[in-house]
């Protein structure tokens, strides 16, 4: 579905922290062995309310304030542009982990999944966080 934040998040040399812009998406998984790994694939339909947006998203694990990966895109338009990456790491554990993909813009409003107010693509934008436990 589409939503929309007015939670600012800034250009940052640092990495990400758990406060900045808002929670879009959780996944929560517990993992069968720490030998295994986990494979995440955070993709976002958003945009910028007006021209020339700076737009972020990261992923974060549990209550940790630091991000675990991170991008950025830069929205030239009013038309939506994709925040997508991928990250992998070790399985910290074989307890439940909750992980949360966190997005904003670095001005005004950031939307997913929609055109200011408008559904993008008659709704059929899609936007989400997969993770997947594998054997390496």
């Keep these: 579905g589409a939503s929309t934040s007015t939670t600012l998040t800034e250009r940052l040399t640092t990495l990400p922290q758990n406060t900045l812009g808002a929670e879009f998406f959780t996944g929560t998984i517990t993992p069968q062995s720490t030998d295994n790994h986990l494979f995440f694939i955070v993709n976002m339909t958003c945009m910028g309310a007006g021209d020339g947006r700076q737009l972020y998203v990261a992923l974060f694990r549990d209550s940790v304030s630091d991000a675990l990966a991170s991008s950025s895109n830069f929205a030239q338009s009013t038309d939506p542009v994709p925040l997508h990456f991928t990250h992998s790491m070790a399985a910290p554990s074989t307890s439940e982990q909750v992980y949360k993909v966190r997005a904003g813009a670095g001005t005004g409003n950031f939307h997913i999944n929609q055109r200011h ?11 989400g966080l997969i993770i997947i436990e594998f054997t390496p």
């Design 117 to 127: 107010t408008e559904a993008f693509h008659g709704g059929s934008a899609s936007s």
